[in-house]
């Protein structure tokens, strides 16, 4: 996937290498949904924000950080996400069936299927 930054908003290099710098993590909340957590603060958890992802345009739409809110601007948790989309170590959009396939409990049930292997259409019930 090639995320794209939003046309609307200009590159701030200082955001880009800011990103290089800082050491974050990704959490894919929802398909298009990241939370970004700068590992790089002593409290990680209280620099924690949400990047959104249009899911057509692939355009990288907003971040609920300050930076962005108050001044509008691409932000560095915004070039992160761009960075980890583009080299393929994030996945903004996983698929359902990869979802899926992480629940399947069918090994421990013999020769039934398990129900997200049965909702999916992957196994049928036995008659």
Not at 58 to 77: G, I
Request: with cysteine.
């Amino acid at each position: 996937m090639s995320t794209k930054q939003s046309a609307a908003l200009e590159v701030d290099e200082t955001a880009q290498k800011r990103a290089q710098w800082e050491q974050f993590s990704f959490d894919v909340d929802a398909p298009g949904l990241i939370d970004v957590t700068n590992e790089s603060h002593e409290n990680p958890a209280a620099h924690q924000y949400t990047v959104s992802i249009d899911d057509v345009t692939d355009d990288l739409m907003a971040c609920t950080c300050p930076h962005h809110v108050h001044r509008n601007a691409f932000c560095k948790h915004m070039a992160a996400v761009e960075t980890a989309t583009e080299d393929g170590t994030l996945d903004a959009f996983p698929s359902e069936d990869e979802d899926d396939a992480e629940d399947c409990d069918c090994d421990g049930l013999g020769d039934f299927p398990c129900w997200p292997c049965v909702r999916t259409g992957r196994k049928e019930l036995p008659n």
